[in-house]
């Protein structure tokens, strides 16, 4: 069943869109279900991906890799860019343990 929604409804849906509602989809898109465990169903997921899409390329000002930002363009970062990304973000280091004390 397809649901057709005009520019202007569009519009409002966005303008009501927090960013808390965005994360919900966001989490429901990658798993495939809502908070409460029911799976999405294909339209579901279909348009709550749309809804993903359509709030990052009005809000995402600082786009991750592989989301849309603010220009409609998907970001995609080099290997060495997320390499970097992730070295400035590491938590601890580990050491390897030595059985001989």
């Given at each position: 069943?397809?649901?057709?929604?005009?520019?202007?409804?569009?519009?409002?849906?966005?303008?009501?869109?927090?960013?808390?509602?965005?994360?919900?989809?966001?989490?429901?898109?990658?798993?495939?279900?809502?908070?409460d465990?029911?799976?999405?169903?294909?339209?579901?997921?279909e348009?709550?991906?749309?809804?993903?899409?359509?709030?990052?390329?009005?809000?995402?000002?600082?786009?991750?890799?592989?989301?849309?930002?603010?220009?409609?363009?998907?970001?995609?970062?080099?290997?060495?860019?997320?390499?970097?990304?992730?070295?400035?973000?590491?938590?601890?280091?580990?050491?390897?343990?030595?059985?001989?004390?």
């Amino acid at each position: 069943m397809s649901v057709e929604v005009s520019p202007e409804q569009l519009e409002q849906l966005l303008a009501v869109m927090t960013p808390e509602i965005y994360e919900r989809l966001v989490t429901a898109v990658e798993l495939g279900k809502w908070p409460d465990g029911v799976m999405l169903t294909p339209e579901q997921k279909e348009h709550s991906l749309q809804m993903v899409l359509l709030w990052q390329s009005r809000h995402n000002h600082d786009p991750e890799h592989m989301t849309v930002g603010t220009n409609g363009e998907i970001t995609m970062k080099s290997k060495q860019e997320l390499k970097t990304l992730f070295q400035g973000e590491m938590l601890a280091t580990l050491k390897p343990q030595n059985n001989d004390e």
